[in-house]
């Protein structure tokens, strides 16, 4: 699978369908959905960002480049403290592996070893080729699956659920940002700004979303994805990657203690009640909210404070695109976007 990932960073568990699926348009994706169509595995256009959006992004990503760094290095010292060097990390495509590299980089560059790093797509009950792969050079409890943040905690229920199949297989989520603490491993329990969030693929090895499409793949395939080439003038992956390990600190002895709480399922509740929306129209959090501004249509940006600084990327892009920035009295976010019913 063609990507501008570095082959040393992260291997790809991947089918590359370049040349043989044909993205459809956002506006065709959309066409379907109202016709009740099923857009699961289907591929969508990832046109260059608009300049002055893309502007916003590049200017204000340096601001969050510590705080993110600190992040990676508290959730690489809590892998490194339970697995020590029998590390196998298993990002999940597309958010979850710039994460998984940078864990990576961190223990390489602190421990000097090199753990081994793959990135998948979701598993599930249709989806276990790239696991028995895994499996068939690594023993289940060294795997450690990696993604970005928990937003409503889909990801995490997904892996802990998936995980009772495999015996060994450790059921808990790795993640960069959990402000609703359901996650054992975490850079950061509060609502912090990952600045990769509102990129699209430029930021992402230029490999659009897999999909696991029985009319391209066979049933031993990978799942499939396709390298954007379009895009390439405007990558900023290793820019990006290169900019949070030059801000690493490498004294960090992080001690994390972990209560896991289900009262944020309330919030969302509380949200989806006032604004009269369905659970699936809310992206909770700054950072599920900053990658819905490229990839929905949304109707509002709900921030707890206007004048957070971190929110102030995502405020910044909202503003831009003309969409309604509102406060409000969040427990466990900073922020939220609600999308107009799809």
Known sequence: MKTSYKKTDVELLLTDLTDEVNPITIEEKKQMEMQ?????????????????????CLETTPMYAKQTAVAVGNLAEQIYNIKKENIVLVSILRAGTLIGILVKRYLKNKYNIDVFHYSIS????????????????????DIVFVDSWTGKGTATNKIKKFAQQIDGLCPDLAVLSDSINICRFCGVREDIAIP?????????????????????????????????????????TNWYINLIEQNFD?????????????????????????????????????????????????????????????????????????????????????????????
């Open 196 to 236: 990769q969030a509102p990129f699209n693929a430029c930021i992402t090895g230029l490999i659009g979303a897999p999909i696991n499409n029985s009319k391209y793949l066979m049933d031993e395939d990978f799942a499939g994805s396709i390298y954007l080439k379009e895009l390439e003038r405007i990558d900023v």
């Open 122 to 141: 979701m598993p599930s009950d249709n989806n276990q080729n790239e696991i028995k792969f895994i499996l068939n050079k690594h023993k289940p409890q």
């Open 36 to 56: 009740g169509k099923d857009v699961t595995d289907i591929i969508t256009d990832e046109f260059p960002i608009d300049k002055k959006y893309f502007d916003i």
């Open 250 to 342: 490498y004294k960090l002895c992080n001690s994390d203690n972990y209560q896991e709480n289900l009262n944020s399922k309330e919030e969302l509740s509380e949200i989806c009640s006032k604004y009269k929306i369905e659970l699936k129209d809310l992206n909770p959090g700054i950072n599920e909210a900053g990658r819905a501004l490229l990839r929905r249509n949304l109707k509002k940006l709900l921030v707890k404070d206007k004048n957070d600084i971190q929110v102030m990327q995502i405020k910044r892009i909202a503003e831009l695109k003309g969409i309604e920035v509102e406060e409000y009295d969040f427990k466990y976010y900073r922020a939220a976007s609600i999308a107009y019913s799809e």
